[in-house]
């Protein structure tokens, strides 16, 4: 099982790695370049359930974690977070930042809350202005950010409905 799970997460780190090779890297939909392997987080103002500002440099955890993209609207998003195992979430809640988009700081509590008691104790941010979409020139959602440090190391973008491959490498980068 193991062995399987590993197979899983090399398989999808490559193809989320792939998304990032190229001499000029991949362009989003808009056309705009994304970051380099290894890119440094950029800066971007976000604002937590209280109403208070926090730039994305705070971010900061040591290690591995996760940076979670998604908007208030998406189904998809769901699966996303859905495909982070419950038994993993509790124990990766300081390696977890979710940032929603298209939603007011007020409403923010009103929506982790949908997500069970395990995902409320992660970090969450509104983006009702669209700056981190925009600075993290995203090209849809929801993403995931397998980040070490300040920077990011893969990108998964708009995973489709099998979520076999994608539950496998969020779960394993979080352990």
């Not at 730039?55 to 979670?68: P, T, Y």
């Not at 929603?100 to 104790?121: C, D, M, S």
Request: proline share 5%.
């Amino acid at each position: 099982m193991q062995r399987t799970s590993r197979a899983y997460f090399a398989i999808t780190l490559a193809l989320a790695m792939g998304a990032w090779a190229g001499a000029a890297g991949p362009t989003s939909q808009a056309g705009q370049k994304f970051g380099t392997p290894r890119a440094a987080l950029p800066s971007f103002r976000v604002t937590d359930a209280a109403g208070a500002a926090l730039d994305s440099g705070q971010f900061q955890r040591g290690g591995k974690w996760l940076l979670i993209y998604l908007n208030a609207d998406c189904r998809r998003c769901d699966s996303l977070l859905q495909a982070v195992s419950a038994k993993t979430v509790p124990a990766s809640t300081k390696k977890i930042v979710v940032v929603v988009g298209k939603i007011a700081p007020n409403e923010l509590k009103h929506f982790t809350a949908r997500y069970g008691t395990e995902w409320q104790r992660a970090s969450w941010y509104a983006d009702s202005e669209g700056q981190a979409f925009s600075k993290l020139k995203l090209a849809g959602v929801p993403v995931a950010l397998g980040m070490r440090d300040n920077r990011i190391e893969w990108l998964l973008n708009a995973p489709g409905p099998s979520m076999t491959y994608p539950r496998s490498a969020l779960n394993t980068w979080l352990k």
